[in-house]
């Protein structure tokens, strides 16, 4: 079984991912698939600086993420040029991975972990989608307390993402953390159990 787990900047989805780890699920990491597509000799190295200059190469050959993100935070139109390129590479290299694993025989549930699972349109990867989502407040305090970050940033960071509501209308599964670490992972593992021991819904 193949499961898309995505939420929003601070909802738990990443401590969500963690418990599937552990309960036994491969989890792949979207986030790491996407660095690897930056990497100098990868087609959208070459696609990038194309699109952005030789200034978004750092002094050590590989893409300057800071700078990247320097040019494209807060302007639609390099953000879309940006995710345009990347985005097809990091779905391939899912796919890749996805087909190798689930080829392998001994993997029964498969976790891709993807911030931007929905904005991507990555849904049809997945026999699931699961959706953790968080109070606007809890995830405000969570991340100014994890990155330090001024509270009107991190308030502008989350309001600019996709709503809860969105996300609950093309969700299979929500899972709301709204409760703390142990409620959410009762929750998960209850959803682990349901998949594994009983089959997957129809």
Known sequence: MKIGLTGGIGSGKSEASRILRELGALVIDADIVGHETYRSGEPAFGEVVEAFGNEVVG??????????????FGDPGNLNRLTDIVWPRIREGLET???????GGETAVL?????VLFEAGWENLFDEVWVITAPEDDVLERLERQRNQKPEQTRARVRAQMTNEEREQRADVMVRNDEGRTALAAKVKQLWTDRTQQGSPK
Not at 111 to 115: D, R, S
């Open 111 to 115: 976790i891709v972990e993807a911030a």
């Open 97 to 103: 991975r996805i087909d190798r694993e689930s080829t």
């Open 59 to 72: 002094s050590d050959g590989e893409i300057d993420r800071r700078e990247l993100g320097r040019i494209v």
